[in-house]
């Protein structure tokens, strides 16, 4: 059985800058009450329409779809349009339907992104269902309000707090400390969404669209407070006064207002004391009317510093991850340009944030060369990143002429020393292919050169036979040498979950054990208090993306015997890449360091964390593509075994520098969705003591799991006030 929760708070009264007694705020709140039946249109100033906020619904609309799907959010919100229609007498379709993209692109999209983007459907699908309600969509996710965002999320989940003053000020003193947002906004009555989710399972689904939702359609607890801050226009909900409502005077007139998302979560969040909380979420939207001052970041022309990825091929579409700078504004539009060529316009653009965008650009048939990156906002002002993006040429496509070596036994890994033919790129990957069996992808691959690509391959269990050797350039040309790989040995192996940690392959005198993972975790310093074991990746590297800086990863081996004084011949590390924040055309180095203290498996943070010895060997990732990455351990692993050191596990550390090239790189975890296989140990030994005395490896006991009370469906959401 699941459990739900549900908590509204709606502040009552208004406070105006430089009117800081509460007497003056009732005074205001009077002056509210009065004005609702005054008229909804003013006209400010020569001919200029003041845009109405839409009016509030008559009773709740609850959620009523799956929470799985792109599916599922499209049918809840347009059920809830559907039902505003009926019970605000509207004709029925008037509001139209939520159309999103499909549930890849959405998958992969960033929480800012959703939540501009619903929010924003939710604005303009109310443009004319009333005399003066025009409609008008936010302008941005502004970078300095949604860090304002994320540092009062974090605030709340690290200190398993809820509430609009959890740090002691209210929304709009967070707003005023600011040093760049205080001196650039002006009064707004509005300043701050709140939302919680806690469940019994491992995870809160749609934490982003179900807040939008509960917000619009599910409020009338907080006397619609939320809704009218996710829909406030010029002039406030029924209220004739400008003041209330956005100014609209900064940029293009046909948006208004910068906002912000900020989102934590932790298994520890459980600031009601309800026990059963496996996982607790807490989501905040602050928003601003900004001004210019000829100094605030949105004043003047935008900026274009960086393009990711800044290379692709002229076959095709590249999705442009992450265009940074700054200034940008809803609106905007971006294109490529190259002296003696036509501009190619971006398409499908996002802006993500003032500093954000997404988009597409159509290369095919495009010249060869460098080209200009260049954003311009409605404004007509433009920034020009020079020589910012390569396009790349291609041939008639990639050819495989041989591999070295040819052959190798289903018993473990093999190194290919060359895979020669022609037309190699970087990016490329490389599998082994034979029908009615499993891909075997190559890993640790490197195109030395356009005619020359090495790799390995984990023949471990494949079936015995020959093999087609194909490789795949990153524009989907590809090229195969049938039948041109031998895998020698018996047949196929029982998986190695089942076996754990039963011998694999016994040698002549040697015997194989793999040992699986038993503590996976990392470690954050962007939130260092917070503890994630039931993380389904464990990052290494610095994250831009979520603002959470410099992550680390630690793993430990589950026990096994092995007697005292064997000698390992061979130990490798097995980790599967899932996850890369921001993708990129490039590699990075990942090193591996022996844990020198003992830590708790059960609790670790970045402010816990154990310190680490010696490195103990490296391995490089690509980052635009997940795959498996092997490690050679054996001098560790030995140690470990004739008891040279204790084994407190490995730490993986990544590039942690902040500058451009930062990314941050997620292996899979026992927690992983099925197919991304979790870290294991393979260890081959030979010999040990006659006594059979064993060595433990493996100093920890079974690691945290995701424990699901009941059947796992329970949610639990908490709006808490607007403001």
Same mark, same amino acid.
Not at 106 to 120: E, F, G, P, V
Not at 139 to 156: E, K, M
Not at 575 to 590: A, E, G, K, M
Not at 607 to 624: I, K, M, R, Y
């Given at each position: 059985?699941? @459990?739900?929760?549900?908590?509204?708070?709606?502040?009552?009264?208004?406070?105006?800058?430089?009117?800081?007694?509460?007497?003056?705020?009732?005074?205001?709140?009077?002056?509210?009450?009065?004005?609702?039946?005054?008229?909804?249109?003013?006209?400010?100033?020569?001919?200029?329409?003041?845009?109405?906020?839409?009016?509030?619904?008559?009773?709740?609309?609850?959620?009523?779809?799956?929470?799985?799907?792109?599916?599922?959010?499209?049918?809840?919100?347009?059920?809830?349009?559907? #039902?505003?229609?009926?019970?605000?007498?509207?004709?029925?379709?008037?509001?139209?339907?939520?159309?999103?993209?499909?549930?890849?692109?959405?998958?992969?999209?960033?929480?800012?992104?959703?939540?501009?983007?619903?929010?924003?459907?939710?604005?303009?699908?109310?443009?004319?269902?009333?005399?003066?309600?025009?409609?008008?969509?936010?302008?941005?996710?502004?970078?300095?309000?949604?860090?304002?965002?994320?540092?009062?999320?974090?605030?709340?989940?690290?200190?398993?707090?809820?509430?609009?003053? /959890?740090?002691?000020?209210?929304?709009?003193?967070? +707003?005023?400390?600011?040093?760049?947002?205080?001196?650039?906004?002006?009064?707004?009555?509005?300043?701050?969404?709140?939302?919680?989710?806690?469940?019994?399972?491992?995870?809160?689904?749609? @934490? +982003?669209?179900?807040?939008?939702?509960?917000?619009?359609?599910?409020?009338?607890?907080?006397?619609?407070?939320?809704?009218?801050?996710?829909?406030?226009?010029?002039?406030?909900?029924?209220?004739?006064? =400008?003041? @209330?409502?956005?100014?609209?005077?900064?940029?293009?007139?046909?948006?208004?207002?910068?906002?912000?998302?900020? $989102?934590?979560?932790?298994?520890?969040?459980?600031? #009601?004391?309800?026990?059963?909380?496996?996982?607790?979420?807490?989501?905040?939207?602050?928003?601003?009317?900004?001004?210019?001052?000829?100094?605030?970041?949105?004043?003047?022309? =935008?900026? $274009?510093?960086?393009?990711?990825?800044?290379?692709?091929?002229?076959?095709?579409?590249?999705?442009?991850?992450?265009?940074?700078?700054?200034?940008?504004?809803?609106?905007?539009?971006?294109?490529?340009?190259?002296?003696? #060529? =036509? *501009?190619?316009?971006?398409?499908?653009?996002?802006?993500?944030?003032?500093?954000? +965008?997404?988009?597409?650009?159509?290369?095919?048939? /495009?010249?060869?060369?460098?080209?200009? $990156?260049?954003?311009?906002?409605?404004?007509?002002?433009?920034?020009?990143?020079?020589?910012?993006?390569?396009?790349?040429?291609?041939?008639? !496509?990639?050819?495989?002429?041989?591999?070295?070596?040819?052959?190798?036994?289903?018993?473990?890994? &093999?190194? +290919?020393?060359?895979?020669?033919?022609?037309?190699?790129?970087?990016?490329?990957?490389?599998?082994?292919?034979?029908?009615?069996?499993?891909?075997?992808?190559?890993?640790?691959?490197?195109?030395?050169?356009?005619?020359?690509?090495?790799?390995?391959?984990?023949?471990?269990?494949?079936?015995? !036979?020959?093999? *087609?050797?194909?490789?795949?350039?990153?524009?989907?040309?590809?090229?195969?040498?049938?039948?041109?790989?031998?895998?020698?040995? =018996?047949?196929?192996?029982?998986?190695?979950?089942?076996?754990?940690?039963?011998?694999?392959?016994?040698?002549?005198?040697?015997?194989?054990?793999?040992?699986?993972?038993?503590?996976?975790?990392?470690?954050?310093? !962007?939130?260092?208090?917070?503890?994630?074991?039931?993380?389904?990746?464990?990052?290494?590297?610095? *994250?831009?993306?979520?603002?959470?800086?410099?992550?680390?990863?630690?793993?430990?081996?589950?026990?096994?015997?092995?007697?005292?004084?064997?000698?390992?011949?061979?130990?490798?590390?097995?980790?599967?890449?899932?996850?890369?924040?921001?993708?990129?055309?490039?590699?990075?180095? &990942?090193?591996?360091?022996?844990?020198?203290?003992?830590?708790?498996?059960?609790? $670790?943070?970045?402010?816990?964390?154990?310190?680490?010895?010696?490195?103990?060997?490296?391995?490089?990732?690509?980052?635009?593509?997940?795959?498996?990455?092997?490690? *050679?351990?054996?001098?560790?692993?030995?140690?470990?075994?004739?008891?040279?050191?204790?084994?407190?596990?490995?730490?993986?550390?990544?590039?942690?520098?902040?500058?451009?090239?930062?990314?941050?790189?997620?292996?899979?975890?026992?927690?992983?969705?099925?197919?991304?296989?979790?870290?294991?140990?393979?260890?081959? @030994?030979?010999?040990?003591?006659?006594?059979?005395?064993?060595?433990?490896?493996?100093?920890?006991?079974?690691?945290?799991?995701?424990?699901?009370?009941?059947?796992?469906?329970?949610?639990?959401?908490?709006?808490?006030?607007?403001?």
């Amino acid at each position: 059985m699941g @459990y739900w929760i549900l908590l509204a708070i709606v502040r009552r009264f208004v406070m105006r800058p430089n009117q800081p007694d509460r007497a003056t705020g009732n005074k205001r709140f009077r002056r509210l009450l009065i004005l609702i039946a005054a008229p909804i249109l003013l006209l400010a100033g020569a001919g200029q329409v003041l845009a109405d906020s839409p009016p509030n619904l008559t009773a709740d609309i609850p959620w009523n779809a799956g929470t799985s799907s792109v599916a599922d959010v499209e049918a809840a919100f347009n059920h809830g349009r559907r #039902q505003e229609e009926a019970q605000l007498s509207l004709g029925t379709g008037s509001l139209g339907n939520l159309d999103l993209p499909s549930q890849a692109v959405w998958d992969a999209t960033s929480d800012d992104s959703k939540a501009l983007t619903i929010m924003n459907a939710e604005r303009t699908a109310r443009a004319g269902m009333k005399a003066g309600v025009i409609g008008l969509p936010f302008t941005a996710v502004q970078t300095d309000v949604d860090s304002l965002a994320q540092y009062y999320a974090n605030y709340l989940v690290t200190n398993n707090k809820t509430g609009h003053e /959890a740090d002691g000020r209210t929304p709009f003193r967070r +707003i005023d400390d600011d040093p760049v947002l205080g001196p650039c906004h002006e009064f707004l009555h509005r300043a701050e969404n709140l939302a919680y989710f806690w469940t019994s399972s491992s995870s809160n689904p749609l @934490y +982003i669209e179900r807040s939008i939702y509960n917000w619009v359609y599910d409020d009338a607890s907080s006397a619609w407070g939320h809704r009218e801050a996710v829909l406030l226009q010029d002039n406030a909900l029924g209220i004739s006064d =400008p003041d @209330y409502g956005f100014n609209n005077n900064v940029g293009d007139s046909g948006s208004e207002g910068f906002v912000g998302i900020g $989102v934590a979560q932790s298994p520890d969040y459980d600031p #009601q004391g309800l026990g059963w909380v496996n996982m607790g979420t807490a989501v905040v939207l602050n928003m601003i009317d900004p001004i210019s001052t000829g100094t605030c970041p949105w004043d003047g022309s =935008p900026t $274009v510093t960086s393009i990711t990825p800044n290379t692709g091929a002229n076959t095709g579409v590249v999705h442009i991850t992450s265009l940074a700078g700054n200034n940008f504004q809803a609106g905007t539009t971006a294109k490529l340009q190259k002296s003696g #060529q =036509p *501009d190619i316009p971006a398409t499908n653009v996002q802006v993500v944030t003032t500093a954000k +965008i997404e988009c597409n650009f159509d290369l095919t048939g /495009a010249a060869a060369g460098t080209w200009d $990156v260049v954003v311009t906002n409605l404004d007509t002002k433009s920034g020009k990143l020079t020589n910012g993006f390569t396009v790349t040429g291609t041939g008639p !496509g990639p050819t495989v002429t041989s591999i070295t070596p040819n052959t190798g036994p289903n018993t473990g890994p &093999i190194q +290919i020393t060359n895979l020669a033919g022609s037309g190699f790129q970087d990016g490329a990957s490389v599998r082994l292919s034979m029908q009615g069996k499993t891909d075997i992808w190559a890993t640790n691959l490197q195109v030395v050169s356009a005619s020359k690509i090495t790799c390995a391959f984990d023949l471990t269990g494949a079936a015995p !036979g020959t093999w *087609d050797v194909v490789v795949i350039n990153r524009d989907d040309a590809s090229a195969t040498l049938p039948n041109g790989f031998r895998i020698t040995g =018996p047949g196929p192996v029982m998986p190695y979950s089942a076996l754990l940690p039963a011998i694999l392959q016994p040698q002549a005198g040697e015997t194989t054990v793999r040992l699986g993972v038993t503590v996976d975790t990392t470690v954050l310093h !962007g939130t260092p208090n917070l503890f994630y074991g039931t993380a389904k990746s464990m990052w290494t590297g610095y *994250d831009i993306c979520w603002d959470y800086g410099t992550s680390r990863s630690l793993i430990a081996f589950s026990p096994a015997s092995i007697p005292k004084e064997s000698t390992v011949t061979k130990a490798t590390v097995h980790v599967y890449l899932n996850h890369i924040c921001p993708v990129s055309d490039s590699t990075r180095t &990942i090193t591996a360091y022996r844990i020198q203290d003992n830590w708790d498996p059960n609790a $670790v943070t970045w402010n816990t964390q154990p310190g680490h010895a010696e490195s103990h060997g490296q391995f490089v990732v690509s980052t635009n593509r997940r795959a498996s990455y092997t490690l *050679d351990v054996t001098s560790l692993m030995q140690g470990w075994v004739s008891g040279t050191f204790t084994n407190y596990g490995l730490m993986f550390r990544g590039p942690e520098s902040s500058g451009g090239t930062a990314v941050a790189i997620g292996f899979a975890t026992r927690q992983s969705d099925t197919g991304e296989q979790p870290a294991y140990v393979e260890v081959t @030994y030979r010999g040990g003591a006659a006594s059979g005395e064993a060595v433990e490896l493996g100093s920890f006991g079974p690691g945290p799991e995701a424990a699901a009370l009941g059947d796992g469906s329970g949610t639990g959401f908490l709006p808490v006030g607007a403001r």
